[in-house]
């Protein structure tokens, strides 16, 4: 685990972390859902006459409902859905899922979150999902680990994952929730890119849209420095969007993906599973506070 977090430090020209916040993704990370989810993308595309495959939803996930939907359309038809087409689909799907048997805790993901917080580090959601239900499903499931300010649903972004903005919003909220007195930034955060140490995004990672802003529209002072983080995800959109924000990334592959699928967009760590990862927790996080290069 140290060669991968020097290895970090050195790329993104830290000489160490300053861990205060820790963001996980929740489908497949804190939810054993994702079975669900994808019979249900499958089953509701279907439904209206498109095509994805149950394994392909594996490779969405971390998008918002929309984005998903008009890869489809685009690939099949040659256009985007229209915003009506969009909405009977994804209610489509969310009724399907909401029929569903509800998804257990991922095993491990208690322990690990229940660690994180004793050791004085902030857990935060970012998710793609919209679920009407989320907040009363993470306080009944994980009660009193995570504050609704320090969430990032598909309601809080323009572009999902694989985009960056959903963990830089996460960074966002982290440094406003921090320093409550500080003037926070006018600009939303899907006009922010990565910290001004990071000169640019990673080209490989980087599916912004053709007008995403500069590093000069928002002042990097208005979010907390990568390095002040890590992110926990488990879909190779999630790890897209986590290097492209500069944030040390840890993969737990709990789907049925191979660990290249993950490895490949980017990921500094991978576990086999939560389990995995909240046993190896009080090692990597000693690790974490005491490398330096």
Request: with cysteine.
């Amino acid at each position: 685990m140290i060669d991968a977090l020097q290895k970090y430090l050195k790329e993104n020209n830290y000489s160490q972390f300053h861990l205060k916040t820790a963001m996980f993704d929740m489908d497949g990370v804190l939810f054993d859902s994702m079975k669900n989810h994808s019979r249900c993308w499958h089953e509701a595309m279907k439904h209206f006459g498109f095509n994805l495959p149950r394994e392909e939803a594996y490779m969405h996930e971390g998008r918002t409902g929309a984005g998903t939907i008009n890869i489809v359309s685009l690939r099949e038809r040659g256009h985007e859905a229209t915003e009506e087409e969009i909405e009977k689909i994804y209610a489509y799907k969310s009724q399907l899922f909401n029929a569903c048997p509800k998804a257990e805790r991922m095993p491990g993901a208690n322990e690990l979150l229940q660690q994180v917080k004793a050791s004085g580090i902030i857990p935060m959601l970012v998710t793609g999902s919209g679920q009407k239900t989320l907040l009363e499903r993470l306080h009944r499931n994980f009660p009193g680990i995570f504050l609704p300010e320090l969430m990032v649903t598909a309601f809080d972004v323009q572009y999902g994952k694989p985009n960056p903005e959903p963990y830089l919003m996460g960074l966002q909220k982290a440094y406003q929730y921090l320093h409550p007195d500080a003037s926070h930034s006018t600009l939303h955060a899907s006009h922010s890119t990565p910290h001004a140490s990071d000169s640019t995004l990673h080209a490989p990672h980087s599916t912004l849209h053709a007008s995403h802003p500069t590093l000069h529209d928002l002042a990097p002072h208005h979010r907390l420095a990568p390095n002040c983080s890590i992110v926990v995800e488990n879909a190779p959109l999630g790890v897209q969007a986590a290097v492209a924000a500069g944030v040390f990334t840890i993969a737990v592959n709990t789907g049925p993906l191979p660990d290249s699928a993950l490895l490949d967009e980017g990921a500094n760590l991978l576990f086999p599973s939560m389990q995995a990862l909240s046993d190896a927790w009080q090692t990597l996080l000693h690790d974490i506070q005491t490398v330096k290069v």
